[in-house]
Protein backbone atom coordinates (compact mmCIF):
# COMPACT_ATOMS: atom_id res chain seq x y z
CA UNK A 1 0.00 0.00 0.00
CA UNK A 2 3.09 2.40 0.95
CA UNK A 3 4.71 1.50 -2.64
CA UNK A 4 0.83 2.56 -4.07
CA UNK A 5 0.68 5.69 -2.53
CA UNK A 6 4.37 6.29 -3.45
CA UNK A 7 3.97 5.53 -6.75
CA UNK A 8 0.28 7.52 -7.41
CA UNK A 9 1.63 10.02 -5.98
CA UNK A 10 4.70 10.84 -8.68
CA UNK A 11 1.95 11.55 -11.31
CA UNK A 12 0.98 14.58 -9.44
CA UNK A 13 4.75 15.26 -8.97
CA UNK A 14 5.32 14.77 -12.81
CA UNK A 15 2.43 17.62 -13.68
CA UNK A 16 4.34 19.76 -11.22
CA UNK A 17 7.42 19.77 -13.07
CA UNK A 18 6.25 20.04 -16.48
CA UNK A 19 4.00 23.18 -15.23
CA UNK A 20 7.48 24.79 -13.58
CA UNK A 21 9.26 24.00 -16.93
CA UNK A 22 6.61 26.28 -19.10
CA UNK A 23 6.77 29.35 -16.49
CA UNK A 24 9.31 32.05 -15.62
CA UNK A 25 10.33 31.12 -12.56
CA UNK A 26 12.01 34.77 -11.85
CA UNK A 27 7.94 35.86 -11.77
CA UNK A 28 7.34 33.47 -9.93
CA UNK A 29 9.63 34.14 -7.21
CA UNK A 30 9.33 38.13 -7.15
CA UNK A 31 5.50 37.55 -6.70
CA UNK A 32 6.41 36.08 -3.66
CA UNK A 33 9.18 38.49 -3.16
CA UNK A 34 6.11 41.57 -3.09
CA UNK A 35 3.55 40.13 -1.20
CA UNK A 36 1.76 41.96 1.28
CA UNK A 37 2.40 40.21 4.41
CA UNK A 38 -0.22 42.00 6.41
CA UNK A 39 -3.00 40.45 4.25
CA UNK A 40 -1.37 37.21 4.40
CA UNK A 41 -1.31 36.87 8.13
CA UNK A 42 -4.81 37.80 8.16
CA UNK A 43 -4.87 35.04 5.64
CA UNK A 44 -3.33 32.17 7.91
CA UNK A 45 -5.06 33.54 11.09
CA UNK A 46 -8.41 32.13 9.52
CA UNK A 47 -6.92 28.81 10.38
CA UNK A 48 -8.02 29.01 14.09
CA UNK A 49 -11.51 29.38 13.21
CA UNK A 50 -12.05 26.69 9.96
CA UNK A 51 -10.27 24.38 12.89
CA UNK A 52 -13.00 25.26 15.13
CA UNK A 53 -15.78 24.78 12.98
CA UNK A 54 -14.66 21.98 11.18
CA UNK A 55 -13.96 20.42 14.84
CA UNK A 56 -17.53 20.74 15.81
CA UNK A 57 -19.48 19.98 12.61
CA UNK A 58 -17.72 16.65 12.49
CA UNK A 59 -18.64 16.08 16.76
CA UNK A 60 -21.92 17.34 16.21
CA UNK A 61 -22.63 13.64 14.26
CA UNK A 62 -21.22 11.55 16.87
CA UNK A 63 -22.96 10.22 19.40
CA UNK A 64 -23.24 11.64 22.58
CA UNK A 65 -22.03 8.99 24.81
CA UNK A 66 -18.73 8.81 22.43
CA UNK A 67 -18.18 12.35 21.91
CA UNK A 68 -15.29 14.21 22.35
CA UNK A 69 -15.02 17.25 24.20
CA UNK A 70 -13.84 20.52 21.75
CA UNK A 71 -10.36 20.98 22.79
CA UNK A 72 -9.76 16.97 22.74
CA UNK A 73 -12.05 16.90 19.40
CA UNK A 74 -9.42 19.98 18.26
CA UNK A 75 -6.26 17.76 18.90
CA UNK A 76 -7.95 14.77 17.16
CA UNK A 77 -9.10 16.69 13.83
CA UNK A 78 -5.92 18.80 14.07
CA UNK A 79 -3.89 15.50 14.12
CA UNK A 80 -5.79 13.69 11.16
CA UNK A 81 -5.73 16.27 8.98
CA UNK A 82 -1.83 16.06 9.58
CA UNK A 83 -1.86 12.48 8.34
CA UNK A 84 -4.31 13.30 5.34
CA UNK A 85 -1.62 15.57 4.03
CA UNK A 86 0.38 13.04 3.27
CA UNK A 87 -1.65 10.68 1.69
CA UNK A 88 -3.54 10.96 -1.78
CA UNK A 89 -7.12 12.42 -1.60
CA UNK A 90 -6.67 12.99 2.19
CA UNK A 91 -7.87 9.71 2.92
CA UNK A 92 -5.80 9.72 6.16
CA UNK A 93 -7.88 11.93 7.87
CA UNK A 94 -10.28 8.62 8.68
CA UNK A 95 -7.00 8.25 11.59
CA UNK A 96 -9.15 9.81 13.51
CA UNK A 97 -11.48 7.23 14.93
CA UNK A 98 -8.32 6.19 16.93
CA UNK A 99 -9.45 9.26 19.42
CA UNK A 100 -12.96 8.31 19.57
CA UNK A 101 -14.61 5.58 22.58
CA UNK A 102 -16.60 3.35 20.11
CA UNK A 103 -16.22 0.84 17.88
CA UNK A 104 -13.80 1.66 14.52
CA UNK A 105 -16.82 0.36 12.24
CA UNK A 106 -19.12 3.38 14.45
CA UNK A 107 -16.77 5.89 14.32
CA UNK A 108 -15.58 5.86 10.93
CA UNK A 109 -18.79 6.05 10.24
CA UNK A 110 -19.08 9.68 11.68
CA UNK A 111 -15.97 10.76 9.88
CA UNK A 112 -16.98 9.35 6.50
CA UNK A 113 -20.66 10.84 6.98
CA UNK A 114 -18.68 14.62 7.68
CA UNK A 115 -16.92 13.84 4.64
CA UNK A 116 -19.64 13.06 2.13
CA UNK A 117 -21.11 16.80 3.24
CA UNK A 118 -17.82 18.47 2.47
CA UNK A 119 -18.05 17.13 -0.68
CA UNK A 120 -21.17 17.39 -1.43
CA UNK A 121 -21.12 21.47 -0.75
CA UNK A 122 -18.20 21.26 -2.76
CA UNK A 123 -19.56 20.27 -5.64
CA UNK A 124 -22.77 21.94 -5.39
CA UNK A 125 -20.61 25.34 -5.35
CA UNK A 126 -18.55 23.88 -8.20
CA UNK A 127 -21.19 23.42 -10.68
CA UNK A 128 -22.39 26.98 -10.18
CA UNK A 129 -18.56 27.75 -10.86
CA UNK A 130 -17.70 25.53 -14.14
CA UNK A 131 -21.17 26.89 -15.64
CA UNK A 132 -20.71 30.03 -15.06
CA UNK A 133 -16.76 30.45 -15.93
CA UNK A 134 -16.86 27.34 -18.70
CA UNK A 135 -20.25 27.43 -20.12
CA UNK A 136 -19.77 30.10 -22.93
CA UNK A 137 -16.49 29.37 -23.48
CA UNK A 138 -16.52 26.84 -26.43
CA UNK A 139 -13.41 25.32 -26.22
CA UNK A 140 -13.91 24.46 -22.45
CA UNK A 141 -17.63 24.28 -22.60
CA UNK A 142 -16.93 20.43 -22.03
CA UNK A 143 -15.44 21.25 -19.07
CA UNK A 144 -18.96 22.14 -16.87
CA UNK A 145 -20.44 18.79 -18.71
CA UNK A 146 -17.44 16.68 -17.55
CA UNK A 147 -17.97 18.20 -13.60
CA UNK A 148 -21.54 17.57 -13.78
CA UNK A 149 -21.24 13.73 -14.80
CA UNK A 150 -18.74 13.66 -11.45
CA UNK A 151 -21.38 15.25 -9.34
CA UNK A 152 -23.83 12.29 -10.63
CA UNK A 153 -21.10 9.62 -9.94
CA UNK A 154 -20.60 10.71 -6.53
CA UNK A 155 -24.45 10.84 -5.81
CA UNK A 156 -24.60 7.09 -7.02
CA UNK A 157 -22.05 6.16 -5.17
CA UNK A 158 -23.71 7.26 -1.74
CA UNK A 159 -26.93 4.95 -2.76
CA UNK A 160 -24.65 2.15 -3.64
CA UNK A 161 -22.90 2.69 -0.32
CA UNK A 162 -25.82 2.77 1.48
CA UNK A 163 -26.81 -1.24 -0.02
CA UNK A 164 -25.14 -3.02 2.51
CA UNK A 165 -26.49 -6.49 0.61
CA UNK A 166 -24.82 -4.82 -2.59
CA UNK A 167 -21.47 -3.74 -1.07
CA UNK A 168 -20.86 -6.81 0.31
CA UNK A 169 -21.68 -8.66 -2.97
CA UNK A 170 -18.79 -6.68 -4.91
CA UNK A 171 -16.52 -6.41 -2.20
CA UNK A 172 -16.08 -10.25 -0.84
CA UNK A 173 -13.75 -11.08 -3.21
CA UNK A 174 -11.56 -7.79 -2.31
CA UNK A 175 -12.17 -9.35 1.46
CA UNK A 176 -11.23 -12.45 1.07
CA UNK A 177 -8.15 -11.09 -1.10
CA UNK A 178 -7.16 -8.29 0.36
CA UNK A 179 -7.83 -8.59 4.14
CA UNK A 180 -4.96 -10.63 6.47
CA UNK A 181 -6.90 -13.48 8.17
CA UNK A 182 -5.94 -12.64 11.19
CA UNK A 183 -7.87 -9.28 10.52
CA UNK A 184 -11.24 -10.74 8.84
CA UNK A 185 -12.90 -11.11 12.32
CA UNK A 186 -11.97 -7.74 12.92
CA UNK A 187 -12.98 -5.99 9.81
CA UNK A 188 -16.32 -8.28 9.19
CA UNK A 189 -17.41 -7.10 12.52
CA UNK A 190 -17.12 -3.74 11.89
CA UNK A 191 -18.43 -3.85 8.70
CA UNK A 192 -21.24 -5.20 10.36
CA UNK A 193 -21.34 -2.19 13.08
CA UNK A 194 -21.03 0.50 10.12
CA UNK A 195 -24.06 -0.66 8.62
CA UNK A 196 -25.76 -1.17 12.05
CA UNK A 197 -25.14 2.40 12.71
CA UNK A 198 -26.27 4.15 9.13
CA UNK A 199 -29.85 4.54 10.40
CA UNK A 200 -29.25 4.96 13.71
CA UNK A 201 -27.60 8.31 12.65
CA UNK A 202 -29.47 11.66 13.82
CA UNK A 203 -31.04 13.14 11.00
CA UNK A 204 -30.93 16.25 12.76
CA UNK A 205 -27.55 16.77 13.64
CA UNK A 206 -26.58 15.49 9.94
CA UNK A 207 -28.00 18.54 8.69
CA UNK A 208 -26.39 20.61 11.68
CA UNK A 209 -23.24 19.42 10.11
CA UNK A 210 -24.30 20.34 6.49
CA UNK A 211 -24.93 23.89 7.60
CA UNK A 212 -21.82 24.32 9.32
CA UNK A 213 -20.14 22.54 6.35
CA UNK A 214 -21.92 25.53 4.13
CA UNK A 215 -20.12 27.97 7.04
CA UNK A 216 -16.99 26.53 6.70
CA UNK A 217 -16.31 26.85 2.96
CA UNK A 218 -17.16 30.07 2.95
CA UNK A 219 -14.86 31.05 5.65
CA UNK A 220 -12.02 28.92 3.87
CA UNK A 221 -12.86 30.95 1.02
CA UNK A 222 -12.21 34.16 2.66
CA UNK A 223 -8.87 32.88 3.80
CA UNK A 224 -8.52 32.34 0.26
CA UNK A 225 -9.05 35.54 -0.69
CA UNK A 226 -6.79 37.53 1.45
CA UNK A 227 -4.11 35.06 0.16
CA UNK A 228 -5.32 35.88 -3.30
CA UNK A 229 -4.82 39.79 -2.37
CA UNK A 230 -1.54 39.38 -0.61
CA UNK A 231 -0.26 38.56 -3.59
CA UNK A 232 -1.62 41.06 -6.00
CA UNK A 233 -4.55 38.78 -7.42
CA UNK A 234 -6.92 41.56 -7.65
CA UNK A 235 -9.78 38.98 -7.32
CA UNK A 236 -13.36 39.70 -5.94
CA UNK A 237 -14.60 37.45 -3.06
CA UNK A 238 -17.01 36.07 -5.10
CA UNK A 239 -14.46 35.52 -8.10
CA UNK A 240 -12.84 33.19 -5.41
CA UNK A 241 -15.66 31.95 -4.19
CA UNK A 242 -16.20 30.68 -7.92
CA UNK A 243 -12.31 28.94 -7.95
CA UNK A 244 -12.20 27.67 -4.50
CA UNK A 245 -14.15 25.02 -4.69
CA UNK A 246 -12.83 23.53 -7.59
CA UNK A 247 -9.16 23.91 -6.91
CA UNK A 248 -10.46 21.73 -2.97
CA UNK A 249 -11.72 18.94 -5.00
CA UNK A 250 -9.56 18.56 -7.99
CA UNK A 251 -6.39 18.00 -5.27
CA UNK A 252 -8.95 15.39 -3.55
CA UNK A 253 -8.22 13.52 -7.04
CA UNK A 254 -5.63 10.36 -5.66
CA UNK A 255 -3.24 10.66 -8.24
CA UNK A 256 -1.19 13.15 -5.57
CA UNK A 257 -0.11 14.04 -2.26
CA UNK A 258 -1.30 17.03 -1.09
CA UNK A 259 -2.81 17.96 -4.25
CA UNK A 260 0.71 19.22 -5.57
CA UNK A 261 0.32 19.33 -9.74
CA UNK A 262 -3.15 18.38 -9.92
CA UNK A 263 -4.54 22.29 -7.82
CA UNK A 264 -1.62 23.90 -9.54
CA UNK A 265 -2.69 22.73 -13.27
CA UNK A 266 -6.88 23.48 -12.19
CA UNK A 267 -5.12 27.14 -10.48
CA UNK A 268 -3.58 28.04 -13.81
CA UNK A 269 -6.81 27.09 -16.08
CA UNK A 270 -9.00 28.95 -13.52
CA UNK A 271 -7.44 31.92 -13.08
CA UNK A 272 -6.44 32.21 -17.11
CA UNK A 273 -10.36 33.03 -17.21
CA UNK A 274 -10.10 36.26 -15.61
CA UNK A 275 -6.47 37.27 -17.07
CA UNK A 276 -3.88 36.20 -14.22
CA UNK A 277 -0.34 34.74 -15.35
CA UNK A 278 0.29 31.26 -15.23
CA UNK A 279 3.30 32.39 -12.86
CA UNK A 280 0.51 34.34 -10.12
CA UNK A 281 -1.57 31.15 -10.96
CA UNK A 282 0.65 29.00 -9.40
CA UNK A 283 1.81 31.37 -6.35
CA UNK A 284 -1.71 31.70 -5.47
CA UNK A 285 -1.29 27.58 -5.32
CA UNK A 286 1.36 27.23 -3.84
CA UNK A 287 0.67 29.70 -1.36
CA UNK A 288 -2.69 27.56 -0.48
CA UNK A 289 -0.25 24.66 0.02
CA UNK A 290 2.33 26.30 2.34
CA UNK A 291 -0.80 27.05 4.26
CA UNK A 292 -1.85 24.17 4.71
CA UNK A 293 1.29 22.46 5.66
CA UNK A 294 1.59 24.69 8.71
CA UNK A 295 -1.58 23.39 9.93
CA UNK A 296 -0.79 20.10 8.56
CA UNK A 297 2.73 20.36 10.70
CA UNK A 298 0.66 21.25 13.63
CA UNK A 299 -1.29 18.00 13.31
CA UNK A 300 1.81 15.45 12.79
CA UNK A 301 3.39 16.87 16.10
CA UNK A 302 -0.45 16.13 17.52
CA UNK A 303 -0.05 12.97 16.17
CA UNK A 304 3.60 11.97 17.00
CA UNK A 305 2.88 12.80 20.40
CA UNK A 306 -0.01 10.32 20.90
CA UNK A 307 2.11 7.87 19.27
Aim: charged share 15%; proline share 3%; aromatic share 16%.
Amino acid sequence: MKNYFRLIGLIGIGIFIYLMSTINLNLLLDSFKSMNYTYLLISILFIVPEVIINTAKWLVVIDKKDRLSLPKGIFAWVAGYGIGMLTPGKLGEFTKVKFLKSKPGKSFLTILVDRLNDIFVLFILGIFAVFSLFLNKTHLSYLSYLFLAFFVLFIIGIFFLRNEKLIKKIGMPFYKLLVPKKYKSFAGENINIFYKNIEKMNKKNIFINFLLTVLVWFVCFAQHWFLSLSLGLNLSYFSICLIAPILILVQLIPISISGIGTREAAAVLLLSTFGISPELAIAFSLGILIEEYILGGIGLLCWLKVK
